[in-house]
Nanobody, 116 residues
Framework: QVHLVESGGGLVQPGGSLRLSCEASRSIFTFNAMGWYRQAPGKERELVARIISGGRSNYADSVKSRFTISRDNGRNMVYLQMNSLKPEDTAVYYC??????????WGQGTQVTVSS
């Protein structure tokens, strides 16, 4: 079992930045991957960014060059740095842990609202 707690969401103006954090309740060192997903009202949950155990990462096309995912295995933390935010980035952002195979754990989500 892994408990995930997100933080860092909030209200930001278009063009602004936010940094989301996700703390895991146990070591993520051996996990296949950690990721961030988001779900906007009326839409399905979608992958935003994912980082695998070797350090490689992949991003949704809509956030490439604006968002950066990173992980700190020593602190059991995963981060999502979001720059040049747009109104269409407004969503609930969820941290995801994929320890192995098809096993996934989810955080409770943190709201990000981009609005002037």
């Amino acid at each position: 079992q892994v408990h995930l707690v997100e933080s860092g969401g909030g209200l930001v103006q278009p063009g602004g930045s936010l940094r989301l954090s996700c703390e895991a309740s146990r070591s993520i060192f051996t996990f296949n991957a950690m990721g961030w997903y988001r779900q906007a009202p009326g839409k399905e949950r979608e992958l935003v960014a994912r980082i695998i155990s070797g350090g490689r990462s992949n991003y949704a096309d809509s956030v490439k060059s604006r968002f950066t995912i990173s992980r700190d295995n020593g602190r059991n933390m995963v981060y999502l740095q979001m720059n040049s935010l747009k109104p269409e980035d407004t969503a609930v952002y969820y941290c995801n842990a994929n320890p192995t195979g098809a096993l996934h754990y989810w955080g409770q989500g943190t709201q990000v609202t981009v609005s002037s």
